[in-house]
């Protein structure tokens, strides 16, 4: 199990190119730390004998765990601590939990008890990829929503998705124009 750890955090550091800042937060998994504190380790030399270098963890590197007490089933006070670095700006996963929900509510293999399968890694792939593209593309959100100074057509909002407010695009797109669309190679 701890080489799940090894590979999400080294994936994020090469997907991060390395850069400073990044903020994790931890469910209490104890893998976690050790992974963060090896992977973005900056060696220095120890002056007492070739190769004995010491690893400090690099500026910026952050991990914080919130921790939710509960009394039966409610929940009685949410205790935050920071474990590598300063506490993060926000310590808990609510966005994370809401696009594992959206997953799971999209792609049957992640339900239980299911008929939908992913058995291949490129099945799981296609699936994973084309339910991100459809969330960030194809579906406008209501918090991303902006509201016309004047209704029009019956609508009070102007609605958006992710990359629409990255001007990525100009408007939600369809499955018709993500099938469409040409790529130009360089």
Partial sequence: MEALAEDVITQTRTRT???IGIAYVRDGWEPYVTTILRTY??????????????LRPMEGIRLTQAVKHRKGRRLQRVEVHAVIGEVVDQPYAVHLERLNGTLRDRLNCLTRKTHGFAKEVTTWDALFSLAIFEQNWLRPHIALRVPLPEPRDGHRYYQRTPAMVLNLIDHPWSWQEFLTFRVHKC
């Fill in 41 to 54: 380790a900056e060696r220095e030399p120890s002056g007492i004998r070739a190769g004995w270098d010491i």
């Fill in 17 to 19: 190119k390395g850069q």
